[in-house]
């Protein structure tokens, strides 16, 4: 599970992630981030992220928390619906005052230390100042969010800051400072794959394995009328109804208002489980090799069944999957290892042995 807060912060197991992501804006912004239209991109790109996130991790969470005037603001609670927190997102973003990073770390850790032993915590944060300016010190709340288990990255929007260095250090998490906006957006994007677990030793209570009660609703029968749990209002079908306490909610995932059971359909599941069992990356097979042994290897792909030669039937750049064998170009081990997330090798040797009941 996985809570995610930007600003940024986030937490992960078992495909339920929470993330806290924190944008600073700040009077000290570089001259493009004080343009609107330029602010407008950042927003972009944050928007883009939390869509990417959500349908990576369906079972996590993200809040958002801006910093104005040396002041920590909760724009969103965490929740698992990305329009809501699109919607806050794009309202009037302003720049002023100065940068309290300390007064943001706590209030993040506020939030992700309710979070069960369970969840990753993770702040993505998108910094612009080349200074904070805090109330106490700031090595304190570092060390806070390093025994608390909250994995802090940075993403600088000026120049390096080594008080930005020391945070994502300490708790093991990234600092980047983007090159140009296509940069921006990769490093952005970067983090909506759920980090892997780190089991520090046998004994930590973060690797402990929890069972989660989760409740899968059904979908509520056109024309029906029931008050919506989220919102508090009266509304006609097109709603979801929870299997414990038979509230009303809007959408999946999310989380009962009333009974607080975890609601999610069975795609949500199925998006999550290749993070639970990633497929192994495929070796690449020397040319060398194949022009030695060029008869006994295919010469087109198993995935698009494009040919692997080149001009003159001579072997061209491939890889091949280590449990089945077989051979793909390029472009299939991309595809399969960020979308697809099954082998087709694999899947066709593994439903190839399952026995025929019609037969016999």
């Known amino acids: 599970m996985q809570h995610r807060i930007t600003l940024a912060w986030a937490a992960k197991e078992f495909g339920l992630h929470h993330l806290l992501s924190m944008m600073k804006m700040l009077k000290q912004l570089r001259k493009w981030i004080f343009d609107q239209a330029e602010r407008g991109v950042v927003a972009k790109h944050v928007e883009a992220f939390i869509r990417e996130f959500f349908y990576q991790n369906p079972f996590s969470q993200v809040g958002l928390v801006t910093v104005k005037d040396g002041v920590a ?28 990073l300390q007064n943001a770390l706590d209030l993040v850790h506020g939030y992700l230390n309710q ?87 046998f004994v930590n209570e973060f690797a402990i394995a929890n069972l989660i009660k989760i409740g899968f609703p059904q979908r509520a029968a056109e024309g029906s009328v029931a008050i919506c749990s989220c919102h508090k209002e009266a509304k006609v079908g097109a709603g979801y109804t929870c299997p414990r306490c038979k509230a009303r909610v809007c959408e999946l995932p999310t989380e009962c208002r009333i009974c607080g059971l975890t609601l999610i ?36 792909c198993f995935g698009c069944q494009q040919s692997l030669l080149n001009p ?13 064998k077989q051979h793909f170009c390029l472009e299939c081990d991309m595809y399969i290892h960020e979308s697809l997330h099954n082998c087709p090798g694999c899947e066709s040797t593994r439903h190839s042995k399952i026995p025929n009941i019609n037969e016999g």
Not at 119 to 138: F, K, N, Q, V
Not at 151 to 169: F, M, P, T
Not at 277 to 292: K, Q, R
Request: glycine share 6%.
């Open 265 to 300: 359909s069975s795609p949500h599941l199925a998006r999550s489980y290749h993070h639970l069992f990633p497929i192994v990356p495929f070796y690449e097979m020397y040319l060398s090799l194949l022009i030695d042994q060029q008869n006994k290897f295919p010469r087109s």
């Open 312 to 324: 003159g039937n001579k072997p061209g750049l491939r890889v091949a999957c280590p449990k089945c």
């Open 115 to 201: 979070i069960p032993s369970y969840g990753h915590r993770e702040m993505l944060i998108l910094y612009s100042a080349l200074s904070t300016c805090d109330p106490g010190d700031i090595l304190e709340t570092i060390q806070k969010c390093k025994k608390s288990k909250i994995r802090c990255s940075v993403i600088g929007l000026s120049a390096e800051n080594s008080i930005c260095k020391n945070l994502c250090q300490e708790t093991g998490g990234l600092y980047y400072i983007p090159l140009d906006e296509p940069h921006l957006k990769e490093l952005i994007l970067e983090h909506a794959p759920p980090p892997p677990t780190i089991v520090l030793n």
């Open 73 to 100: 603001h909760c724009l969103t609670d965490l929740g698992g619906s990305p329009e809501s927190h699109v919607k806050a997102l794009m309202g009037k973003l302003e720049c002023s005052g100065d940068s309290s």
